[in-house]
């Protein structure tokens, strides 16, 4: 009875051992690879992006054995499209086209038939392809991403010794919001006595205020100049332009007036200041003023060193920016304007002559 049970007891462990040695054997051809990753440049949904597998290798790949790389072996979820040969690049082992006597050669076929799309490396006869790191890189954006959010598993096999899986998450781009709002200050400060504005050698007879230009008592033959400071703060993306008008030419209560640079003709194109011609029984050649501003990137500086124009009965450019302001930068955020006036012996005489000037900040957002 002792000999029976020794004996059922031997054969028990002889297939036991054989069994286990039989799982030992299947696995062993499975070493696995190491650092095993794919970086893609997008995680989007359903759409194009580049593969760099990367991996190491612990057991060479000889004469005829492959390298398969599988996307989504499972399934069909990666389209590789119309991925060629140029679109794939390699180190750690030279892919080639067709074999030669370089070492370490490998051919592609490219499989884009569901559900095995694969890219399937074949060493060349009589090469090795020697253990160690591997990068395969997919480039152009040929491989399209699936269509639904999820992980993804991207295999490493082949009838070469090692293999192993990694994954990609495929998931929805991130949306960002945001808002700004709009922001605009604009004011206008009078400039002191004394300054001289846009390079004219007539400096600033009187300071001016930001709601008052008086020239007071004008003296036939003698110029004066008044200026204003023009500030812009805004965050307008394509920035803003100011413009001057008059409401009408410098009136009295008598109907006498003070016309326009230079002698009525209300210049559009910037021009040197001349004193007016004071022609008898030309009334609109006895007096004159224009306008002149220092920005100098204003349409390509128009307004150049003391140059005037006189169309102000309508909206006149004198100060712009292409971008955000700050209020205080020259030529950008803040420049300076100014009127000069002149007259001759027959201007007619009044104490009372006025007009307004409107200036009008337009930015663009």
Request: charged share 15%; net charge negative.
């Amino acid at each position: 009875m002792h000999r029976k049970t020794f004996a059922w007891m031997l054969v028990v462990a002889l297939l036991s051992w054989a069994f286990s040695a039989s799982l030992f054997v299947g696995v062993a051809r499975a070493a696995s690879l190491t650092g095993v990753k794919d970086t893609l440049t997008t995680s989007d949904l359903n759409v194009t992006a580049n593969h760099v597998v990367s991996y190491t290798s612990v057991t060479a790949a000889t004469a005829g054995q492959t390298i398969k790389i599988q996307f989504d072996p499972a399934g069909d979820a990666f389209n590789l499209g119309t991925l060629a040969f140029a679109d794939i690049s390699t180190t750690g082992m030279t892919l080639t086209a067709a074999c030669s006597a370089a070492a370490s050669e490998v051919t592609v076929a490219i499989d884009n038939a569901a559900p095995d799309e694969n890219a399937t490396f074949t060493v060349c006869a009589g090469d090795t392809v020697a253990a160690g790191a591997k990068t395969v890189t997919f480039s152009n954006n040929r491989i399209t991403n699936p269509n639904v959010t999820g992980s993804y598993v991207i295999r490493i096999a082949g009838t070469q010794t090692d293999l192993a899986d990694t994954r990609v998450a495929i998931i929805d781009k991130v949306t960002m919001t945001a808002s700004v709002d709009t922001s605009l200050t604009f004011t206008i400060a009078g400039v002191a006595a004394g300054q001289a504005i846009n390079g004219d050698a007539v400096t600033t007879s009187a300071g001016a205020t930001a709601t008052a230009l008086s020239f007071g008592t004008l003296t036939p033959g003698t110029a004066k100049v008044l200026g204003q400071t023009l500030s812009v703060t805004t965050n307008a993306r394509n920035g803003f332009v100011v413009t001057v008008q008059q409401d009408q030419n410098l009136l009295s209560a008598t109907g006498a007036d003070i016309d326009l640079f230079k002698d009525a003709s209300a210049v559009a194109v910037p021009t040197g200041w001349t004193a007016p011609l004071g022609t008898l029984d030309v009334e609109n050649t006895y007096g004159h003023y224009g306008v002149t501003s220092e920005d100098a990137d204003l349409n390509a500086d128009e307004f150049a060193t003391a140059l005037y124009a006189g169309d102000i009965t309508t909206a006149r450019q004198v100060f712009s920016h292409t971008g955000p302001a700050d209020g205080t930068t020259t030529n950008k955020g803040q420049t300076r304007v100014g009127i000069k006036i002149e007259i001759n012996a027959l201007q007619e005489a009044a104490t009372d002559y006025t007009n307004s000037l409107v200036y009008i900040a337009t930015p663009t957002f």
